[in-house]
Structure formats: C-alpha cells, structure tokens
C-alpha cells in the first residue's frame, strides 16, 4: 500500500510537484515520508503538516492509504 502525498502553495513549487506517492512501511512518520518525496535531508521547520485532514507533529507515525499534506508558514497582516 501507499501514502497519498500533497503539497500546497509555494511548497508545491519548490519541490516542482503538487502530488507524490511514497510506499508505506512499518513506523513511517511524516518526516520521513517528506525526505523520501522531496530528497531532501530533513523537513523546515516552518513546514506545517497535516494527516488525514487533521494537522500534525513531523513525528507522526503513518498508516497505510494515510494521506499526507504540507502546507507553506500561513502569514497575516
């Protein structure tokens, strides 16, 4: 099975997808998943992140057919 994965925003550009895929595996969380999709070493901080529909920690484990969502800093003014 697999994780749905979504990117929003300027995120969205700056990974050059809106949409992945990543295989689930036994103690997945969505920091890894993020290092997976993107290549990179590690998730910004600033990322905010959401399962299922429901905002999350980096640390989050996932389960399969879980869906995950980053999301760039939401500003105001």
């Keep these: 099975m697999s ?3 979504r990117f929003f925003a300027s995120l969205a550009e700056r990974v050059g997808r809106r949409e992945a895929e990543c295989a689930h595996v036994e103690g997945l969380t969505v ?4 290092r997976e999709v993107t290549g990179q070493d590690a998730m ?6 959401a399962v ?3 905002y999350s920690e980096q640390a ?3 389960a ?3 869906e995950v969502a980053y ?4 500003t105001g003014g």
Excluded: Q, S, Y
């Design 3 to 5: 994780i749905k994965v």
């Design 44 to 49: 910004p901080d600033e990322v905010l992140c």
């Design 71 to 74: 999301f760039p800093p939401v």
């Design 64 to 66: 399969e057919n879980d």
């Design 60 to 62: 989050t484990p996932l």
């Design 52 to 54: 299922n529909h429901a």
């Design 31 to 34: 920091a890894d998943v993020w």
